[in-house]
T-cell receptor, first 112, second 113 residues
Framework: AQSVTQPDIHITVSEGASLELRCNYSYGATPYLFWYVQSPGQGLQLLLKYFSGDTLVQGIKGFEAEFKRSQSSFNLRKPSVHWSDAAEYFC??????????FGAGTILRVKS | NAGVTQTPKFRVLKTGQSMTLLCAQD?????MYWYRQDPGMGLRLIHYSVGEGTTAKGEVPDGYNVSRLKKQNFLLGLESAAPSQTSVYFC????????????FGPGTRLTVT
């Protein structure tokens, strides 16, 4: 069965520092991969997605992610974090039956 | 274009009471989904629909029922609420086809006492 692992439950970074959120997936074929962000009390907003082609994908708000098939990873990165990036981030993989399977999420705290 | 809307935003139920959550989308999407979100568990799929008049079970369907009588609406029902159903419920929708991208509503926070 498809699964997504986000190893870090919480991450704290200083404002202006770089960020990397980890995501590992389990899927038999070429995956469709997503990163969503959820601000407190809000719904989920799509940051970026990977379907095929260039393994480095750009998203909104200055985020990017790199698909590495050999490592079954799709890590999210940002060069310089802003206080407004504090939120919960979810990695997801497209699954058989038109579904998404989500990771447990990583809560990002930004300290000034 | 409102996207995906959910009604109500908050609700408190007593154990054994029933209620229906409404999800509406104005994007003419074929697929609609209901998830629940609990701390440390991400989003878990309750039920979904691939078109008007169709529904299917997801990962955690027990205690919930759904209906999709109109393409734009997807209803989630709790017949006899239990404290274990205290959660935040999200609805999502997407177009059919190769893209799995889902669009989410703002959520409904349900507390069962």
């Amino acid at each position: 069965a498809q699964s997504v692992t986000q190893p870090d439950i919480h991450i704290t970074v200083s404002e202006g520092a770089s960020l990397e959120l980890r995501c590992n997936y389990s899927y038999g074929a070429t995956p469709y991969l997503f990163w969503y962000v959820q601000s407190p009390g809000q719904g989920l907003q799509l940051l970026l997605k990977y379907f095929s082609g260039d393994t480095l994908v750009q998203g909104i708000k200055g985020f990017e992610a790199e698909f590495k098939r050999s490592q079954s990873s799709f890590n999210l990165r940002k060069p310089s974090v802003h206080w407004s990036d504090a939120a919960e981030y979810f990695c997801a993989v497209g699954s058989y039956g038109n579904k998404l399977v989500f990771g447990a999420g990583t809560i990002l705290r930004v300290k000034s | 274009n409102a996207g995906v809307t959910q009604t109500p935003k908050f609700r408190v139920l007593k154990t054994g009471q029933s209620m229906t959550l409404l999800c509406a989308q104005d994007m003419n999407h074929e697929y609609m989904y209901w998830y629940r979100q609990d701390p440390g568990m991400g989003l878990r799929l309750i039920h979904y629909s691939v078109g008007e008049g169709t529904t299917a079970k997801g990962e955690v369907p027990d205690g919930y029922n759904v209906s999709r009588l109109k393409k734009q609406n997807f209803l989630l029902g709790l017949e006899s609420a239990a404290p274990s159903q205290t959660s935040v419920y999200f609805c999502a929708s997407r177009l059919s086809g190769a893209s799995y991208e889902q669009y989410f509503g703002p959520g409904t926070r349900l507390t069962v006492t």
